[in-house]
């Protein structure tokens, strides 16, 4: 009699000097998460034995590897020459321990420039130029493992998309293994808008300057991730920015500015 994982027999019968034989048939689960599977039988009401033992067969899993692709900015966000996008990996190792290494192969498209691995975890790098090889080591255990990278778009790029695709492992989800960013053109523009002393265009010692910067995104799609650099001469004090600007000495910074379409 079943109920869930447990079969039961009662009332049987066990010839003298024989043996008497039952059977109970399984189907390992898909996807199979355990590295291992056993089944143990015992005497009613009496504590499990070991495993494995007389009473315990444990039988080892097959081990699976899928890796799944995710960009920052985000896959269909649309970003611009110059912008740094960082790439992530990411296996699934399910079942038992991994028995050979599993190489993933990422191909960089066209108008993209490799940067750096800045987070390897157990990853083995290589490769060179557009593509690059991550290596997770044979003997590697259930569990996540992540990679990742930096990319840049490359200058003069105002148009298309630029793309990025991993293999070497099945895809964790239907295509889940490629990225994809439009690439928009940003301007950008700076006045001086507004003066405290009392000569226009001007800089007179001791008046306060304030420039206003106004970056413009004619595409369609919003650029987000958007880093901006702005840098004062000798001769000017920096004093406050605004929107989360950055200050160090001459140089403020925004990163992760997102510019609405049109």
């Given at each position: 009699?079943?109920?869930?994982?447990?079969?039961?027999?009662t009332g049987l019968s066990i010839?003298?000097?024989?043996?008497?034989?039952?059977?109970?048939?399984?189907?390992?689960n898909t996807p199979i998460t355990t590295a291992s599977v056993s089944n143990l039988a015992k005497p009613t009401g009496q504590t499990d034995p070991t495993c494995p033992s007389a009473a315990c067969v444990v039988t080892p899993t097959t081990s699976t590897v899928t890796v799944a692709k995710t960009a920052n900015p985000a896959s269909g966000t649309t970003v611009v020459a110059g912008q740094t996008i960082s790439?992530?990996?990411?296996?699934?190792?399910?079942?038992?321990?991994?028995?050979?290494?599993?190489?993933?192969?990422?191909?960089?498209?066209a108008n993209l420039t490799f940067g750096a691995v800045t987070t390897p975890g157990i990853f083995i790098a290589?490769?060179?130029?557009?593509?690059?090889?991550?290596?997770?080591?044979?003997?590697?255990?259930?569990?996540?493992?992540?990679?990742?990278?930096?990319?840049?778009?490359?200058?003069?790029?105002?148009t298309g998309s630029v793309n990025n695709a991993v293999t070497?492992?099945?895809?964790?989800?239907?295509?889940?293994?490629?990225?994809?960013?439009?690439?928009?053109?940003?301007?950008?523009?700076?006045?001086?808008?507004t003066e405290s002393g009392t000569q226009t265009g001007i800089a007179e010692p001791g008046e306060t300057l304030t420039y206003t910067i106004t970056i413009s995104n004619p595409s369609t799609v919003a650029?987000?991730?958007?880093?901006l650099t702005d840098t004062l001469s000798a001769g000017l004090t920096y004093v406050s920015s605004s929107n989360?600007?950055?200050?160090?000495?001459?140089?403020?910074?925004?990163?992760?500015?997102?510019?609405?379409?049109?």
């Open positions: 009699v079943n109920a869930g994982q447990s079969t039961s027999w010839p003298a000097s024989g043996n008497l034989q039952v059977t109970v048939v399984a189907t390992v790439y992530t990996l990411t296996a699934t190792v399910t079942g038992s321990a991994t028995t050979t290494a599993t190489v993933l192969t990422d191909t960089l498209g290589g490769g060179s130029g557009q593509v690059r090889t991550f290596t997770l080591p044979i003997g590697t255990v259930a569990g996540t493992y992540a990679v990742t990278y930096t990319a840049t778009v490359n200058a003069g790029v105002s070497g492992a099945p895809c964790t989800t239907v295509g889940g293994c490629t990225t994809t960013n439009p690439v928009g053109s940003v301007t950008v523009a700076k006045t001086l808008t650029v987000s991730g958007y880093a989360g600007g950055v200050n160090a000495g001459q140089s403020t910074s925004w990163t992760g500015l997102s510019i609405p379409a049109s």
